[in-house]
């Protein structure tokens, strides 16, 4: 019998699907982030929050540097320190710059190079392609949010040499930081699948930045009223730390509102990445 | 032989313009030439077959499960497609090992697989320069390399010969062909004539987005009977035997070279034409040099069937 009238058979095996399918895309795309010009600088910058906290938590673990605590307000309480270290306009200011960083090109070069059939031409579906590059952004973000922040509180621990930490306390040092960059790395993903030019990318995402807290002090100083800070996307971040750490709230709302910012970007973005994916895809 | 690919009434358009228009298809393994000028549907085809494009109208099955959408069916499908989309500061073995690792391969086996893919194609001396100093052809057997390395049952190839130098289009040519002996089903479009002739007589003519014809390219030959079989004879006596030919029926044209020693006949009837030219040549006993058919090729079959 002629080979072709017996078919091809290449493969007995059963066919599995793994979910791990996006960890290559992600480690792919770490790899390539860490080895972009300037990413020594914007990490040490990223991390100078981290060093300048950790002496605030040594001095206020010392007794002799008491002093210290009485003009420090935030070294008052651990609550404090740790929602100033997490919501801080420094480190929201870096992990912007890291956003844009790590994440402005993830899809625009993808739309640029016209590589989603390198990706769809794979065993892998729309939500492990999404998943992969979602995880590079987070993968960043995380380590300059909530790694530190666990790195200060075991450092708090050895200082004072007591492991007992309150576990509402540890549960907003875990859950801040995670709520904090998903927002942002999704509102980084879904700019970035607006346009090809990754340069136009960098600049919407800072100006979502800049334009949000901007608009919201201006119309904060028209109609007096701080609700307007819930479309601040610091002033959110700010505010939602205050919630979750349980201190006091940074503008005069309710402090859960600010949930809700985070949930409707994070949201948004989901469903306008899978749209222009499927989009992309049907060759619509 | 069972179908590897079966397309029932397919249809896309990208707004107003057409891409293929109600396409009913079947295709088994082996090579299969889709050949149609530029603008047919042949990528469109191509792209909706592996996947990378939802179908207005109708469905396309491959080993009998729909494609788009189903990720898993991608470990048998190898898909080249026309236009680069490479990352260009890559260098073709980070490139080529990411594609693998995407396949679900471990690091070993993604660098095994990665190595033989560039060596087959030529590229593992040049596997650490950056695609970006690749030339078009370089590209172009980075793009195959990336379509054989899980070694596919079907392989997808759109224009994979284009802006390829000589020596590497006749080894990629038979690269095709051994994919076709293993019993792998290939399925690779051009507009090159030659090419596809070279490498399978089993085409399918896609022109305006509709299948125009299928099958052995000899066998749809024979099928057009709007245009008469040309047969061009070389002899010592073209005069002679057009004389024994005049009185046949099937008979309906006779030219003569204008060197004097050859004649075309136009024939209805082929299979009759050659009987009755056999029996001829045995008994007057003029000596033949050669028999051609100067329309039995794939030019003139695809030009009869555009109507050109």
């Given at each position: 019998m002629d080979i072709r009238e017996k078919g091809y058979r290449h493969w007995e095996g059963e066919l599995k699907s793994s979910h791990l399918n996006w960890l290559p895309i992600a480690l792919n795309g770490v790899k390539t982030v860490f080895k972009k010009k300037y990413a020594k600088l914007i990490f040490s910058l990223s991390a100078s929050t981290f060093f300048i906290f950790l002496a605030a938590v040594y001095v206020s673990t010392k007794p002799e540097l008491k002093i210290l605590s009485e003009l420090v307000r935030?070294?008052?309480?651990d609550a404090e320190l740790f929602k100033t270290f997490y919501a801080n306009g420094f480190l929201i200011f870096m992990l912007v710059i890291l956003s844009i960083f790590?994440?402005?090109?993830?899809i625009s070069a993808d739309l640029k190079f016209k590589a989603f059939p390198l990706y769809f031409a794979r065993p892998l579906s729309r939500g492990d392609y999404l998943t992969g590059k979602f995880a590079i952004v987070l993968f960043y973000l995380l380590s300059f949010t909530l790694m530190p922040g666990i790195l200060l509180l075991l450092f708090k621990m050895l200082f004072t040499g007591s492991l007992t930490v309150s576990p509402l306390l540890l549960l907003a040092i875990l859950v801040f930081p995670v709520i904090e960059c998903v927002c942002l790395a999704s509102l980084t993903l879904a700019l970035s699948i607006?346009?090809?030019n990754t340069k136009f990318i960098q600049i919407a995402i800072f100006l979502v930045y800049m334009f949000s807290n901007n608009l919201a002090q201006i119309l904060k100083a028209i109609?007096?009223?701080?609700?307007?800070?819930?479309?601040?996307l610091s002033g959110n971040i700010r505010q939602l730390g205050c919630f979750l750490f349980g201190v006091?709230?940074?503008?005069?709302?309710?402090?859960?509102?600010?949930l809700l910012l985070p949930l409707v970007i994070s949201g948004l973005s989901f469903w306008l990445l899978v749209w222009r994916i499927r989009k992309a895809e049907a060759g619509a | 032989m069972t179908a590897v690919l079966k397309a029932e009434k397919l249809s896309k358009w990208y707004g107003n313009i057409l891409?293929?228009?109600d396409i009913n298809l079947e295709i088994a393994s082996g090579i299969t030439g889709l050949l149609g000028p530029n603008g047919a549907g042949k990528s469109t085809f191509l792209k909706i077959a592996a996947g990378q494009l939802k179908p207005k109208l109708g469905s396309l099955t491959l080993f009998g499960q729909p494609v788009f959408?189903?990720?898993?069916?991608f470990r048998r499908i190898g898909f080249c497609p026309e236009h680069d989309s490479a990352?260009?500061?890559?260098s073709g073995w980070q490139f080529i090992l990411l594609l693998a690792r995407l396949h679900g391969f471990d690091r070993r086996e993604a660098g095994e697989r990665s190595e033989k893919a560039l060596l087959t194609v030529g590229l593992l001396e040049s596997k650490?320069?950056?695609?970006?100093?690749?030339s078009f052809g370089m590209r172009q057997r980075l793009r195959l390399a990336s379509s054989i390395l899980h070694e596919p049952e079907i392989l997808m190839l759109d224009?994979?010969?284009?802006?390829?130098d000589p020596l590497w289009r006749i080894k990629i040519m038979q690269l095709i062909k051994d994919y076709g002996k293993q019993g792998r089903t290939v399925i690779v479009s051009s507009h090159i004539l030659p090419e596809i002739e070279a490498m399978t007589s089993e085409i399918v003519l896609i022109h305006q987005g509709k299948i125009f014809a299928k099958g052995d390219i000899h066998r749809i030959r024979g099928l057009i009977d709007s245009h008469p079989h040309q047969v061009s004879i070389r002899c010592q006596e073209p005069r002679r035997l057009a004389q024994e030919l005049?009185?046949?029926?099937?008979?309906l044209s006779m030219d003569f070279g204008l060197d004097g020693r050859s004649l075309t006949v136009k024939t209805n009837q082929r299979d009759l034409f050659f009987t009755a030219l056999i029996r001829l040549i045995a008994e007057s006993g003029v000596e033949i040099e050669e028999i051609t058919?100067?329309?039995?090729n794939l030019q003139a079959v695809f030009d009869y069937l555009i109507g050109k």
């Open positions: 935030l070294l008052k309480s790590s994440g402005a090109d993830l607006l346009s090809p109609f007096k009223s701080d609700y307007f800070f819930l479309v601040s006091q709230p940074a503008y005069a709302f309710p402090a859960w509102l600010s | 891409g293929i228009s959408g189903n990720p898993d069916i990352y260009s500061e890559m650490d320069r950056q695609i970006k100093g690749y224009e994979p010969l284009r802006g390829v005049i009185d046949c029926d099937f008979v058919s100067p329309d039995d």
